[in-house]
């Protein structure tokens, strides 16, 4: 069976190394590195330490008994990436990518990040193994986000403003870009999504596919059979990729991706970039976009600050594209009844980002026929949205 990406980093159309020219080595180097270290049994035990003893893996699969009641026709085990240090998934990958960096003997690492979800998950890792850290985040989201700037600068990160353009995501990972261009001897560049130019949506997927491996041996274990769904959020991609991947080859897996529908796909604030987006390049990579008719990238609104990313994982447009997955979305006030639904049946406050994925169980309850199982990926827990949630709720 053929498998993606190929070696030119295309997943069908999508993918590839859309960078600057000095950039080519580097990610050259890059992977390289990676093919090597990912093969040694040393490297897989040393990320295996650090993912068990200090991010708390084997995570949960969960069945929800009280939710799963709630639905006529459907049995929900939740893959609970929530109980992980630092709150959610993303702590797989910057556990991964941080001991790419030592093997590769860089001593300085750099991240962009939106609502710094990312940089805080790359804060800790370079905490951890004592690297320099600078985090580029758009002076915008820095004033809107200021408690993960001081989270950030607590973990001893330096968080630089960048005030370019529309003060945001994208901006800040132009700076990012640009940044690894001029140190690229000493400096490692974090991606934080199954995103960017090859082989960044490769080894992010690498490192977040523990997810599925996890989910699959599990439910196995619990029920004799493999899952009939498998449901996860959307934003750049990582934790459903990661979820999916393990069962890619299993045919009558079905997977769902959720998107954030924000206020409405047919108003200019969401981030459903399948649901509604084009084909562009963004971030080093091919792949469908939120964009206006001249290929301006368009700001991406969710009330989860970890959906709001203006494109997608390329792997995921080919996904879409080959059937393997489909994408639905949805809205702000739909995310908000899923935190509120999984909070009073099972005693989980979700992430807002994993409450997506909990509503939509509520729609897929009407569609399928008969009594269906279903892997929800459970991406964080909700603490960090409490502000946000308590607002919305009391008005
Ligand atoms: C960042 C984040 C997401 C979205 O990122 P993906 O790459 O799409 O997984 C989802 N859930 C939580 C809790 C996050 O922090």
Known sequence: ??????????????????????????????????????????????????????????????????????????????????????????????????????????????????????????ATVSALFGLKCQIYMGQQDMERQALNVFRMQLLGATVVPVTSGSQTLKDAMNEAIRDWVTNVRDTFYIIGSVAGPHPYPLIVREFQSIIGREARMQFLLKEKKLPDYLVACVGGGSNAMGLFHAFYQDHR??????????????????????????????????????????????????????????????????????GRARYESVTDQEALSGLKLLSETEGIIPALESSHAIFYLTKMNRQVKKKSSVIVCLSGRGDKDMHTVREKLLK
Request: proline share 3%; glycine share 10%; aromatic share 8%.
């Open 1 to 122: 069976m053929k498998t993606f990406p190929d070696k030119h980093g295309h997943f069908g159309e999508f993918g590839g190394q859309f960078v600057p020219e000095t950039l080519m080595s580097c990610l050259a180097d890059l992977k390289k590195a990676f093919a090597t270290l990912r093969k040694q049994k040393a490297f897989q035990q040393e990320l295996a330490h650090y993912l068990n003893d200090y991010a708390g893996r084997p995570t949960k699969l969960y069945f929800a008994e009280r939710l799963s009641q709630k639905f006529k026709n459907l049995k929900i085990y939740l893959k609970r990436e929530d109980l992980l240090h630092t709150g959610a998934h993303k702590i797989n990958n910057t556990l991964g990518q941080i001991l790419l960096a030592k093997h590769m003997g860089k001593t300085r690492i750099i991240a962009e990040t939106g609502a710094g979800q990312h940089g805080v998950a790359t």
């Open 253 to 322: 897996v079905q997977m769902i991706g959720v998107e954030a529908a924000g206020r409405g796909v047919n108003t200019d604030h969401h981030s459903a970039t399948l649901s509604s987006g084009s084909i562009g390049v963004l971030h080093g990579s091919k792949s469908e976009l939120l964009q206006t008719k001249d290929g301006q990238i368009r700001i991406a609104h969710s009330i989860a600050a970890g959906l709001d990313y203006p494109g997608v994982g390329p792997e995921h447009a080919y996904y879409k594209k080959i």
